[in-house]
């Protein structure tokens, strides 16, 4: 089975753009969750969708927000960018909440 | 809110030597916990999880981790580090019940020498 993929990979964006991040779960897989890593807070928690609802959202500002299609694919999106968004965005999926999840290779995000 | 203490931010060790990464949680009741490993360049990888059953977890690479409920602890062991093993370690919790997220330790650097 394929695992978890993300794309980009890699992207350098300016101090108030806004960019979209993609997330494509293991098949069958219905939960995905997004988490911020940097090096001073670690992995921190940014939403939970499952078949198409969020489930959780982390405390993050109203500028970070996500969705989730019917294959369960998911993007995340942030907007009006600060430099401190700098960081890894992780996605995982699981087959269903409170089971095990399985990371992609995550997308690093630059702030200029 | 629930949350998850690493305590040791950067192990160094040398080859052979046995590890012990500790891991506390705070929450009280029923729980499924993780270990996590981050080798460097490459993404996040499940070592072992807890959710039911013997406390004592054994997981991949010769990763084992031993469940203490009475002292809200999951810590991870292996007796004889490699080179290899040269990692970032997290721990995570998640409440067994309810809608609630994984929540991660800020990790352990562990770096083994030769």
């Known amino acids: 089975k394929a695992g978890v993929t993300q794309t980009p990979r890699y992207l350098i964006k300016t101090r108030g753009q806004q960019v979209t991040l993609s997330c494509s779960p293991i098949?069958?897989?219905?939960?995905v969750s997004w988490y911020q890593q940097t090096p001073g807070q670690g992995l921190q928690f940014l939403f939970e969708?499952?078949?198409?609802?969020?489930?959780n959202k982390g405390n993050f500002p109203g500028r970070f927000s996500g969705r989730q299609f019917s294959n369960s694919r998911s993007e995340m999106n942030v907007s009006t960018l600060e430099l401190g968004d700098s960081a890894l965005y992780l996605c995982?999926?699981?087959?269903?909440?409170?089971?095990?999840?399985?990371f992609g290779p995550g997308t690093r995000l630059l702030v200029l | 809110a629930q949350s998850v203490s690493q305590h040791n931010h950067h192990v160094i060790l040398s080859e052979a030597a046995s590890l012990e990464l500790g891991c506390n949680y705070s929450?009280?009741?029923?729980?499924?916990l993780f270990w996590y490993v981050q080798y460097p360049g490459q993404h996040l990888q499940l070592l072992l999880k807890?959710?039911?059953?013997?406390?004592l977890v054994k997981g991949i690479k010769g990763f084992e981790a031993e469940f203490i409920k009475s002292k809200f602890s999951f810590n991870l062991r292996k007796p004889s580090v490699q080179w290899s093993d040269t990692a970032e370690y997290f721990c995570?919790?998640?409440?067994?019940?309810?809608?609630?997220?994984?929540?991660f330790g800020k990790g352990t650097r562990l770096s083994v020498i030769a």
């Open positions: 995982a999926s699981s087959l269903h909440q409170l089971e095990t999840q399985y």
């Open positions: 098949s069958g897989h219905r939960s």
């Open positions: 969708y499952f078949s198409e609802t969020q489930r």
């Open positions: 929450y009280g009741g029923t729980v499924n």
């Open positions: 807890y959710f039911s059953g013997d406390p």
């Open positions: 995570a919790v998640n409440v067994n019940s309810g809608n609630t997220p994984l929540v």
